[in-house]
Each structure stands twice: as structure tokens, then as C-alpha cells.
């Protein structure tokens, strides 16, 4: 099938906000007045059409960012609806990737959250242009004007107002168009289908003409000519000053500002208009950046379906119907069902199978797909989130995208064996599907350790593990995994020796037991000269020692750090053998062990904290009660960057005390850092609850 549009009438798009600002409802709108649903479902009724998995529908949230396209004056949308919870960032990171523009929903009520603000910061960071709809206009305490102040305090952001309501609340009418000075009401009768143009009504005029001035103003300086004819008394026109807004939001000089209510049915067709006449096409994001696979050298692939095909997989999902299903961005050439590519990323080949267009969780077979298309593959054999998908000839390796370290993790045992390969299954296809759900084994306990962004996203996760995969677990605490070691050098003679009629055991071993540099590990070193110690025994005596690595002496975690030095030793013709040089080994070991001045060691974590400045000094003082030492401060943007050194075993639970504290403004990132010597009076603490 041949291109149905051309590339520069695609509109890659995603639609994101914090939890609640209704971007499910928006997008369902966009869905009802483009014609791809029959009817709107509400998300309070668990129908919304892009909330398709049941732990959405149950708890009202988005959580995994479905992908559908729609048509709307003749162009082209790929829509890409995405979670709005703190814990579901990674969706949010992994869409903006592939997306060329965002329509940023914000509440009428609230204005700018916590979540728009981490939103908003990832949308910095992929440099993606954006416009703003503020929604439930209708709603109690809507106030359209504090929201664009909010933008500019919380943001950093450079609102220029497109519309103005028509009355808020209860009376909330409609909007006035800025660009065409005209005023559109809708007619509540019809779903918000019809609506029409008003003249602009007396007692919002001056206003209206005060926010016009402000919009050309910011619109022509970004054009000498433009700029020459408005101040030589020429107005721009319509056509005009749309190209110069669009020019102004490609080059993210600007963020027009839109309002309605969606749950209401008013100013979505508008905002459609917008995002088709203000977002970018892939042709004006440009080429993409990449790695040659061959020459590892900087190379670009632009968005032309003449290009070598470069595919990005942006994100796995798992289908019960399908089975596993791929989303990618088709960035450059084109790509055909049947066709071999190669994945770079990982050196394999894969050939295309099943082409889906996604709409929510309804599905098109499609043959063929091009640049700037967003679809899904089925039956990939070994691809994962990040990973391209090229042409072999003209293999290249598009930009990877970063995963944040998970946060918070939890244990995990199965209460039967039959759950525990059930376990095994679920959890590798969870986290081929999302790169910040992490599991694990604990070598020392056995247990499975499952790790993720926070707690809501573990609790999902496990609730996907009971319902869809059957899974019967327990769910336990997590611990941290703390380390002893010594703090002093000390020698050890230990003789091992045992009568018991006939062929006894006996072996004699001297050590010098001493710290070793840190993170290094166990070192072990045999100087016998003369055979004081055979040769053929001394696998036997390092057997030993290593036998006690696993549990030391204060509160049995395992043992690092240490360097042993075989020095001397005796043996016996006839009674000695490995394993009583293994014997006598263990226990001397252990001797040296407590009389070296044995101590814990914790793991340190690197923090770092974002956080708005009204919390800063709340921030500082939190970490300091648990332990912390503050490294610095610096700022990025409006916000203040803390970055310190915490115990891991003063971290759990911060994720809520931080959400808390901050209004959940702030975030924090955290990765492990070192291991230290855990302070004595937390030590004894330790030692009585493990020991």
C-alpha cells in the first residue's frame, strides 16, 4: 500500500500532565470528534477507550502509554497518551523519545503539579516542542490566568495565550480565538460536535484585544519582516501569524496557550486545529543522530522514505492475543512485513513479521510502513526498549535512551514450585517490557528481589503477577545487604588434630590475616618455602578460608575486604590431608576474624534531590536526620539541586516522605555509591536484629 500522507502532514505527538489534569479524557475527545470511537468513554466509568489494562480501568489511571492514530484535517496524528504518575516516568521518557511535539494538559484548579513539573523537565531534555491546554475549565476554583503565571514561576516556561475563556465554572461558554478574533461557543446538546462563531461579547473586548497585542507582539519578533510591517501600523493576517507561532513553537521560542474542557466536550476540536497548524512534522524535527555500526562514527539518517530504514523500539508490551508486541518509530526508509533487519543494537537479525496500526488495544493489520510512522511488531524474537532496527547494508545505531536506576525494591517468594515457574516467566517478560523494573537473585538469602521506581509501581507490578500471570507469592520487606570486614592485622597459628583410631587428621596452619584495599575483595597468597605445607594441600587450605566469606563473625553477612598470607604450617606423613588443611583453615580464619577488629559495612548511595527552592532547607534537614552528608547545592533551571551521601538503610520510605513533604514537587534519584563502616551505635543495632 503506498503512502496514505505525506511526511511533512504527520503529527507525532504525545499528550502529558500530572495525574488527574484529564489527558485521558482529552485524548478520548480527540478519538470521538476524529471518528476513530463511536462513543466516548469515561475514564470514572473504567471505559476509557485508551486505558485498556484492568489495573487502569480499577484505579483511573493511565499507566501504560497506548499509541493510536487518527486523521483530522487531513493530516495525520500519531497520538501517544501518557501516565501522569510519578512512578510511571520511565512511560513518559520513553514516549518524548520518539514523539516530535507534546500538548502539555494542565487542571484549571491545580495549574502547574509536581508531575508537570518532571514532565515538563524531560520535555527540556529531548528538546520537544510544545503548546498547552488548560482543561476542566468548568470545574470549581478554575482560574485560566493564575494557570499561565504558573507556567512561567514553576517552569520556567514562555506562555503565550492563543485563547481566553468565555466565563470558567459553571458558566464556562466557550473560548475566544485570539488568532482570528472570534469568539466559539458549542452547543451542549450535541456532545460538543457543533459549534459555531460569535462575535467577540462587550465585556470581554478590551481583554481580548490587551491578550491579541501581547500574541502578535511575541509572534512578529521572531521575523524582520514581519516585525518592520507591524511596526509600520500592518497587523499581521491569519495565515500569517499562524506560520510565525509555528515557527515560534518549532523553535521553542514560546508555549501558545489553549483552554476548554474536555469532560465537558468544549475547545477539543480547537486544540486539534492547534496541533495541526502549530506542532512539528518529522521534517521539521530534521534527521536523527546516530552511531555507525561499521565505523562507530558520528552519522545522521533524515526523515525520507529514500533513506536506509532506521527503526527505534520505544516500547514492549506483552498482548495476550498477539504475544509479544513492539512499538517503534519507523525514523527514516521504509519498512515491509517479511523484510530482515538488522537490530544493531545487539547484532542480530530479525525479520519483520506481523505491521499493526495501534488503536488503544484494537488492532490493523498494515504490509508496509514509512518514515514517520509509529506502529507495532509482532513476533520479534530479541528486542528490547531502546533498541534499532536497520537496514544490514547501512546498519546505524540511533541515540540510546537513559533508564533511571530503580529506587525502592521488595522480596518475592513463591508459595509453591509450580508458582515458581510461573515467577520465572512473568518476571522476564515484565522486564523485557520495562527497562526500570529490575529483578534479582539475593545469593544469601535465595530470595528474589524485585526493584522498581516506587512503590506504586511495585504493587502493580505484583498485582500483574497474581492476576494476569496466576502467580501465588508472598511479598516481604526489603533488607539492605550490609558487609563485615576487619580493621587490624593479626597472625594466627591453629592446629588441627584428631585421634579417633586408625587414620587420624592433623595440619597446622599460620596466617597473617590483614585488611585488604577497599573494594578489592579476598586476596589469598601461599609463601611456604621448604614444604612446611604441601603443595597438593594448599587448594585445600584456600577451600577453607573461602568457606567462611559467606558469613562472618558479628552478625553472619559476608566477609570482604581481607588478605591472607599463608606463612608456615606442619603436616603429618600419614594423618594430614586437604581436608583437615580445610578444617584447621576455617577455624583459624574465623579466630583471626574476631580478633581483628571486625566491623559492618552498609552501602552508601549517591542522592540527588530536585527539588523547588521553598523546599530546600526541609530537603537538607530530611537527609541530615537520616544520615546524610550534603556534597553541594547547585541550580538547574528554577529548580535547586541537592546532592548528598545516604545509608541505604535511611532511604526506605523516602520516596513517600519527600512526595509529602514537597507536595510531590520534588524528586530524587539515587544509585549506590561505596560501602563505609556503619557508626557503632547503629552497629549494635544491626548485630541484635540479624545476629
Not at 184 to 196: P, Q, R
Request: hydrophobic fraction near 40%.
Amino acid at each position: 500500500m503506498p503512502r496514505t500522507h505525506a511526511i511533512e502532514d504527520y503529527r507525532n505527538f504525545g499528550i502529558m500532565a500530572h495525574i488527574d489534569a484529564g489527558k485521558t479524557t482529552t485524548t478520548e475527545r480527540i478519538l470521538y470528534y476524529t471518528g476513530k470511537s463511536h462513543k466516548i468513554g469515561e475514564v470514572h466509568d473504567g471505559a476509557a477507550t485508551m486505558d485498556w489494562m484492568t489495573q487502569e480501568q480499577e484505579r483511573g489511571i493511565t499507566i501504560t502509554s497506548a499509541a493510536t492514530t487518527a486523521i483530522w484535517a487531513g493530516k495525520r496524528l500519531n497520538i501517544i497518551d501518557t501516565p501522569g504518575h510519578v512512578d510511571f516516568t520511565i512511560e513518559v521518557e520513553r514516549s518524548l523519545r520518539v514523539l516530535d511535539g507534546a500538548v502539555c494538559v494542565l487542571d484549571g484548579n491545580q495549574g502547574v503539579e509536581p508531575q508537570t513539573e518532571t514532565v515538563w523537565r524531560q520535555a527540556d531534555k529531548y528538546n520537544v516542542p510544545r503548546i498547552v491546554f488548560v482543561n476542566k475549565m468548568d470545574k470549581i476554583g478554575a482560574d485560566f490566568y493564575r494557570c499561565v503565571e504558573m507556567i512561567i514561576d514553576r517552569v520556567a516556561g514562555n506562555p503565550v495565550c492563543c485563547q481566553l475563556p468565555i466565563g470558567s465554572e459553571n458558566n464556562f461558554k466557550g473560548i475566544i480565538d485570539l488568532v482570528r478574533m472570534k469568539a466559539v461557543v458549542w452547543e451542549d446538546e450535541a456532545l460538543g460536535a457543533k459549534y459555531h462563531d460569535e462575535e467577540i461579547p462587550a465585556d470581554l473586548a478590551d481583554k481580548a484585544a490587551e491578550y491579541r497585542n501581547k500574541l502578535v507582539e511575541a509572534a512578529v519578533e521572531l521575523d524582520d519582516d514581519a516585525m518592520t510591517a507591524y511596526l509600520d501600523g500592518v497587523e499581521p493576517d491569519v495565515a500569517t501569524l499562524k506560520s510565525l507561532i509555528r515557527k515560534a513553537v518549532i523553535g521553542r521560542k514560546f508555549n501558545p496557550v489553549f483552554c476548554g474542557s474536555a469532560f465537558k466536550n468544549k475547545g477539543v476540536q480547537p486544540l486539534l486545529d492547534a496541533v495541526v497548524d502549530f506542532l512539528p512534522s518529522p521534517i521539521d524535527r530534521g534527521a536523527i543522530k546516530g552511531i555507525d555500526f561499521k565505523t562507530e562514527e558520528d552519522t545522521v539518517r533524515l526523515p525520507s522514505d529514500e533513506e536506509p530504514t532506521a527503526v527505534l523500539a520505544f516500547k514492549i508490551m506483552d498482548d495476550p492475543f498477539v504475544g509479544t508486541i513492539t512499538f517503534c518509530r519507523v525514523y527514516a526508509g521504509k519498512m515491509e512485513t517479511g523484510m530482515g533487519l538488522l537490530n544493531s543494537t545487539r547484532d542480530k537479525r530479525e525479520r519483520v513479521g506481523r505491521m499493526l496500526l495501534m488503536h488503544a488495544n484494537n488492532r490493523e493489520d498494515i504490509k508496509e510502513a514509512y518514515a514517520g510512522d509509529i506502529v507495532a511488531l509482532a513476533g520479534l524474537k530479541d528486542v528490547r526498549t531502546g533498541d534499532t532496527l536497520c537496514d544490514p547494508a547501512k546498519a546505524v545505531i540511533l541515540e540510546k535512551m537513559e533508564f533511571p536506576e530503580p529506587v525502592i525494591e521488595i522480596a518475592i517468594e513463591p508459595k509453591s514450585k509450580a508458582d515458581q515457574e510461573k515467577l520465572g516467566i512473568a518476571l522476564s517478560k515484565l522486564a523485557a517490557e520495562d527497562p526500570s523494573f529490575r529483578v534479582s537473585t539475593d545469593f544469601e538469602s535465595g530470595q528474589t528481589i524485585l526493584k522498581g521506581m516506587g512503590e506504586l509501581h511495585l504493587d502493580i507490578k505484583v498485582d500483574i503477577l497474581k492476576r494476569t500471570y496466576k502467580v501465588d507469592a508472598n511479598i516481604g520487606a526489603p533488607q539492605v545487604a550490609y558487609r563485615e570486614t576487619i580493621t587490624k592485622k593479626y597472625e594466627v597459628d591453629y592446629t588441627h588434630k584428631k585421634q579417633t583410631g586408625g587414620t587420624g587428621q592433623f595440619a597446622r596452619v599460620k596466617f597473617i590475616v590483614e585488611p585488604n584495599e577497599v573494594g578489592k575483595g579476598f586476596a589469598f597468597e601461599s609463601a611456604i618455602v621448604g614444604g612446611a605445607v604441601p603443595k597438593e594441600y594448599i587448594p585445600g587450605v584456600q577451600k577453607g578460608l573461602e568457606s567462611v566469606l559467606g558469613a562472618g563473625v558479628l552478625a553472619g553477612f559476608p566477609v570482604v575486604d581481607v588478605k591472607v598470607q599463608l606463612i608456615d604450617g606442619a603436616f603429618h606423613e600419614v594423618d594430614s590431608s586437604a581436608l583437615a588443611f580445610e578444617i584447621a583453615s576455617r577455624a583459624a580464619f574465623r579466630e583471626a576474624l574476631q580478633k581483628g577488629s571486625p566491623v559492618l559495612l552498609e552501602p552508601i548511595m549517591k542522592v540527588e534531590v530536585v527539588t523547588p527552592e521553598d523546599y530546600t532547607g526541609s530537603v537538607i534537614g530530611d537527609l541530615n536526620s537520616r544520615r546524610g552528608q550534603i556534597q553541594g547545592q547547585d541550580m538547574r533551571g528554577n529548580a535547586n539541586v541537592v546532592n548528598a551521601m545516604v545509608p541505604l538503610a535511611n532511604m526506605f520510605g523516602y520516596v513517600n516522605t519527600l512526595r509529602s513533604f514537597s507536595q510531590g514537587r520534588a524528586t530524587f534519584t539515587m544509585q549506590f555509591d561505596h560501602y563505609e563502616q556503619v557508626p557503632s551505635n547503629v552497629a549494635q543495632e544491626v548485630q541484635a536484629k540479624y545476629a
